[in-house]
C-alpha cells in the first residue's frame, strides 16, 4: 500500500512538471497576442484605428485592457503621445499611441524577443519596401532594417548588429532569425504625412525616400554606402 502510495506521489509529481514545461515552452516559442490579437485587423488594435480613433477614446480602451499599466499621456512638438507598459506574461514591454489634431496616427509596439522576422513575415506578409540606415555609438554599431507596408499601414523593425572590430566588413546577413525590435501600425492613408511629419521618424523625407527600396526578401544586406567617412 505504501508502495502504491509512494509511485502515485511521484506520477503526479511528473504530470505536473510535465505541464509547467509545456507552458514554458509553449511561452518561449511562440510570439505574444499583443501582434496577433483578432478584436480586429492591423493597423487596427483593441478596436483602436489609426487615422478613425480620437486620443481621448484610445485612452479610455487603454484604462480597460487588463494587460496594460503605467499610462501616461504628453505633448510633443510634432503631436500627442501616450506610452504605457504590458504586464508580464505579455511579451512586448512597451507600447506608444502617436496622435495628430486629437487622432490616432500609429500604434507602436515595442517587441525585443516577442517575436522573430521569419514570425513577421508569417504575420503580416512579404513588405513591400525596405528602408535601410546605419548607426553607431562609442560602442555599438548596428544597421535598422524597416520593412514597410505602405497598403496595410505596418512599419517593423529589425537591428542587426555589426562587429566594432571588422570594420572592412561592408555587408551582414539579415534571416528568419532576426529579432523583431519594433512594430508599427499606421493609417495607410497618412503614409506619405508620416514620412515628412517627423512623427515617427527623424530624418526628412528626401533622406528616406533614398533609402527605400523595393523589398528583396531575406539575404545579404550591403551597409558600405551608409558608413559616414
Not at 54 to 63: D, F, K, N, Q, V
Request: glycine share 4%.
Amino acid at each position: 500500500m505504501k508502495r502504491i502510495l509512494i509511485v502515485s506521489v511521484f506520477l503526479i509529481l511528473f504530470i505536473l512538471v510535465a505541464a509547467g514545461t509545456l507552458t514554458l515552452i509553449k511561452h518561449y516559442s511562440t510570439f505574444s497576442t499583443i501582434i496577433t490579437d483578432t478584436s480586429c485587423n492591423p493597423p487596427c488594435w483593441y478596436t483602436i484605428q489609426p487615422g478613425q480613433t480620437t486620443t481621448w477614446t484610445a485612452m479610455s480602451i487603454l484604462e480597460k485592457i487588463q494587460d496594460v499599466y503605467s499610462i501616461m499621456q504628453w505633448e510633443e512638438r510634432y503631436g500627442d503621445k501616450i506610452s504605457w507598459n504590458f504586464r508580464y506574461p505579455v511579451k512586448e514591454s512597451s507600447g506608444y499611441i502617436y496622435s495628430s489634431d486629437d487622432k490616432v496616427v500609429a500604434i507602436s509596439f515595442m517587441t525585443y524577443g516577442s517575436l522573430t522576422v521569419a514570425e513577421a513575415l508569417e504575420q503580416f506578409g512579404e513588405a513591400d519596401y525596405s528602408w535601410t540606415r546605419y548607426k553607431e555609438t562609442i560602442d555599438r554599431r548596428w544597421l535598422e532594417i524597416i520593412l514597410v507596408y505602405p497598403t496595410k499601414g505596418i512599419f517593423v523593425r529589425v537591428e542587426i548588429e555589426l562587429p566594432n572590430t571588422a570594420q572592412s566588413v561592408s555587408a551582414v546577413n539579415m534571416d528568419g532569425n532576426n529579432p523583431v525590435g519594433r512594430v508599427i501600425y499606421f493609417d495607410p492613408v497618412q503614409y506619405e504625412y508620416l514620412l515628412s511629419s517627423r512623427i515617427l521618424f527623424r530624418e526628412d523625407e528626401q533622406t528616406i525616400l533614398e533609402r527605400l527600396h523595393p523589398w528583396q526578401g531575406l539575404g545579404v544586406v550591403s551597409y558600405e554606402h551608409l558608413v559616414p567617412d
